[in-house]
């Protein structure tokens, strides 16, 4: 009769639980790693466009205002730039009050007077924080402060 009652019995042993288990967690220490590294380089690509946008504004506005570079540094603020990018943006919005910041909340230097260039530049904290992901080569041609 007990062996009849153990034969019709369904269900896992702890053995097969503890194997499933044991695959789950080696796809996660594959799987997760892998996401981190592809979340950085997203925000690291996300603050190059917004460089990117802040070099097309500055570029929009010495035209648009008929300045050079030398005249752009001394006459222009950051909401000067601000009718130059998309409205309703966290840039523009940045732009409008002075701060622009990028995507781990550090400020966008929106000035950098070399020779006759203009060019935004980005945070060494952002630098070193997406080093591992994007390198110089990356970055440029922009710069650190």
């Known amino acids: ?12 042993t702890l053995v097969e639980i503890m194997i499933v288990v044991a695959i ?3 796809l996660a220490s594959v799987a997760v790693p892998s996401f981190l590294r592809a979340r950085k380089r997203s925000q690291a ?3 190059k466009e917004d460089l990117r946008m802040v070099q097309a504004a500055i570029d929009q ?8 570079a030398a ?6 603020s950051a909401p000067d730039l601000a009718p130059y990018v ?12 002075d701060y622009p910041t990028d995507n781990l909340g550090n400020f966008i230097f929106v000035y950098n007077h070399s020779g006759s260039e203009v060019t935004p530049r980005i945070s060494s904290t952002t630098y ?11 970055w440029a041609p922009y710069t650190t402060y």
């Open 61 to 68: 506005f010495q035209i648009e205002k008929s300045k050079t």
């Open 1 to 12: 009769m007990l062996n009849k009652l153990n034969k019709n019995r369904g269900g896992f």
């Open 86 to 97: 998309k409205a309703g943006t966290k840039l523009q919005e940045g732009l409008a009050v």
């Open 45 to 47: 690509t996300a603050t």
């Open 128 to 138: 070193e924080a997406l080093s591992d992901v994007a390198d110089a080569d990356f």
């Open 24 to 26: 789950i967690a080696l």
């Open 71 to 76: 005249t752009f540094r001394l006459e222009w």
